[in-house]
């Protein structure tokens, strides 16, 4: 059963990267049928997408982070990851990775969340 | 970029009660529609795709239905596993938007 899992620090510096990284188990992060991707949510923003890649190498980011946002792949280690820099106190959230079905538009499997936290 | 909206942002209901959310998108968004059940604590789960075919295991007394901008969730005979948030979302096969979500709690 697939599985995916977020790893990181839950606190980063006002102004600096956050970076997180999803490991996953049981699927290919180069298989052809799925984005791979991070959605956040807060109290003030609700579910917010940030990002896809798909096949690796083709990126998708949310207009509203667009310049912040990587979501690089490292298919060695069957991982990708998030960075997103010069943070602010806006970027204070839960931040899940998850698996989208490209042909059917939906997200089919999250992670469990984990929180991160700006702080001045 | 479309926009979705959901009403109402909180729902009181009972077990057994038959309960109706509603999601709208600014533009007309064919049947791209997906309904999410979130519990406290955890991560959202896939209940409905393409406006009206619900996921693999998902109890018949959830359904889906609308099409272009509005679009309806139906919980017929709430159960106590039903008091949670459900948020709708679209996508133009390349990005995603949620909407705002609506709380089911017990009444």
């Known amino acids: 059963q697939l599985q995916l899992q977020e790893s990181g620090p839950g606190l980063v510096k006002y102004s600096e990267t956050l970076s997180l990284t999803c490991s996953v188990s049981e699927a290919s992060v180069g298989t052809s049928s799925y984005y791979w991707g991070w959605i956040r949510q807060s109290p003030g923003r609700g579910l917010e997408w940030i990002g896809s890649?798909?096949?690796?190498?083709?990126?998708y980011y949310n207009p509203s982070l667009k310049s912040r946002v990587t979501i690089p792949v490292d298919t060695s280690q069957n991982q990708f990851s998030l960075r997103l820099t010069s943070v602010t106190a806006a970027d204070t959230a839960i931040y899940y990775c998850?698996?989208?079905?490209?042909?059917?538009?939906?997200?089919?499997?999250w992670g469990q969340g984990t929180v991160v936290t700006v702080s001045s | 970029d479309i926009q979705m909206t959901q009403s109402p942002s909180t729902l009181s209901a009972s077990v057994g009660d038959r309960v109706t959310i509603t999601c709208r998108a600014s533009?007309?968004?064919?049947?791209?529609l997906a309904w999410y059940q979130q519990r406290p604590g955890t991560a959202p789960k896939l209940l409905i795709y393409k406006a009206s075919i619900l996921d693999r295991g998902v109890p018949s007394r959830f359904s889906g239905s609308g099409s272009g901008t509005e679009f309806t969730l139906t919980i017929s005979n709430l159960q106590p596993d039903d008091f949670a948030t459900y948020f709708c979302?679209?996508?133009?096969?390349?990005?995603?938007?949620f909407g705002p979500g609506t709380k089911v709690d017990v009444k």
């Open positions: 533009q007309s968004i064919t049947t791209w």
């Open positions: 979302q679209q996508s133009d096969g390349y990005s995603f938007t």
């Open positions: 998850v698996r989208l079905y490209k042909q059917l538009r939906l997200v089919d499997s």
């Open positions: 890649v798909y096949q690796s190498v083709n990126t």
